[in-house]
């Protein structure tokens, strides 16, 4: 799987591969997917970010990726609502 996927490819995903799955966003099937989840973190709402910040830590562990974004690791320590 290539780091870009098209409409196809993203439709055929499960919601358990996105880190915000009511909205369909920020799909993590791999590593690759993952490193551009922290990269175009900053684009999250506000209100989303603590729970998609989460969502790339646990699909970064599966996946042996090391976040380095001191802002995701901030919001991943914020407390759920």
Request: with cysteine; aromatic share 10%.
């Amino acid at each position: 799987m290539s780091d870009v996927l098209d409409t196809e490819e993203r439709r055929e995903l499960p919601d358990s591969v996105y880190g915000l799955p009511e909205r369909r966003e920020y799909p993590m099937p791999d590593a690759a997917h993952v490193r551009a989840a922290e990269a175009y973190f900053r684009y999250c709402p506000d209100e989303l970010k603590p729970k998609l910040a989460r969502a790339i830590l646990r699909f970064a562990n599966e996946y042996g990726v090391n976040v380095q974004s001191p802002t995701v690791l901030h919001y991943a320590e914020m407390p759920e609502e």
